[in-house]
């Protein structure tokens, strides 16, 4: 587990979408593309805008993280290329260093760069063999393309191979050669990773095993004095964490529960067959997460919790006494 930060004063920077000027789409240089690239036109007289901005600049810049709100939890996010900022997530959370991070991107124009090859050139290829123009060869499988075209952007992870001399920081991955990518629906999210053009590792902002916050006040209450800046964009839509999966084995499995349920994947082409894969051995002691919730206790409230089953009786107060 990471060292605890030193105490520091946290400010909640209130943020509006619909005041920060303009947010457009941009078609995407890839003929046939599933999905737009984003561009940004600030509001240089908004208080809204500038917030974003400040906060944008801190991404880019500090090694302090910055929580933002998503379509399903809010966020802790920082700049998933440079190991000491993510190394502030760990510390601000307290989250153990196994424990993989979930990277958030604007555009999958954004995720491609990450995804093509970084290495030395050798005769107009990287070392590791793949030309260099990649215009027609498409480095996110084919298997989520589905997915994609149906949930992005929106509450679901896809595993990606962690390509040859990364651009992510080792401890995004926590050592594995596989990371989780996705695409938020929030506007204030796509907003804050174009305008700090960079992919954001970003987990949920609360300690490490507390519920998962889905307003600003929740990340105040568990990380004030951790982390500097909150930027309040009102509660999250969904209010769940997103749905992992890994369409690289097969058949594929769900890695985690979250926003989209197994019978929305199963009327996807290629995920018909999708199985459960969060009950195997990387839950036991000893082993490593294959992917964010699969080892350590989750979402623990201080407080008894009791499970009502959909369409059976109500429980009487006594029962939940009991």
């Given amino acids: 587990m990471a060292d605890s930060p030193p105490q520091m004063k946290t400010t909640i920077l209130p943020v509006d979408a619909r005041k920060i000027g303009r947010i457009r789409a941009v078609p995407s240089p890839q003929e046939d593309d599933l999905l737009d690239d984003l561009a940004v036109d600030l509001d240089e007289h908004s208080e809204d805008a500038e917030h974003l901005r400040l906060a944008a600049e801190q991404l880019k810049h500090s090694d302090i993280p910055v929580a933002f709100p998503t379509e399903t939890v809010y966020g802790l996010g920082a700049d998933a290329t440079r190991s ?149 964009g009102g509660p999250c839509d969904v209010g769940v964490e997103s749905t992992v999966v890994d369409g690289l084995v097969d058949p594929p499995l769900i890695l985690r529960p979250g926003g989209v349920s197994s019978e929305e994947l199963r009327s996807c082409a290629g995920w018909e067959g999708v199985r459960v894969g969060y009950k195997n051995a990387a839950e036991t002691t000893g082993s490593q997460p294959r992917a964010p919730g699969m080892k350590y206790r989750h979402y623990s409230p201080r407080a008894p919790v009791v499970l009502f089953e959909a369409g059976a009786r109500a429980p009487g107060l006594e029962e939940m006494r009991g």
Avoid: C, M
Avoid at 113 to 123: A, C, F, I, M, Q
Avoid at 184 to 189: K, Q, S
């Fill in 84 to 232: 000491e900022a993510v190394r502030g997530i760990y510390r601000a959370k307290q989250r153990p260093v196994d424990n993989p991070l979930i990277v958030h991107f604007a555009s999958l124009g954004q995720l491609r760069d990450l995804l093509r090859p970084h290495g030395p050139v050798e005769n107009g290829a990287s070392t590791n063999g793949h030309a260099l123009d990649a215009s027609h060869d498409d480095p996110i499988p084919a298997i989520y393309h589905p997915l994609i075209s149906k949930f992005w952007p929106g509450p679901l992870t896809i595993i990606l191979p962690n390509p040859p001399h990364s651009l992510l920081a080792p401890e995004v991955t926590a050592g594995l050669p596989t990371f989780g990518a996705r695409i938020p629906a929030n506007l204030l999210a796509l907003a804050l990773i174009k305008l700090a053009d960079v992919p954001l590792a970003a987990p949920s902002a609360n300690a490490s095993t507390k519920p998962s916050p889905t307003a600003a006040e929740h990340v105040a209450f568990d990380l004030n004095g951790r982390i500097a800046t909150i930027l309040d």
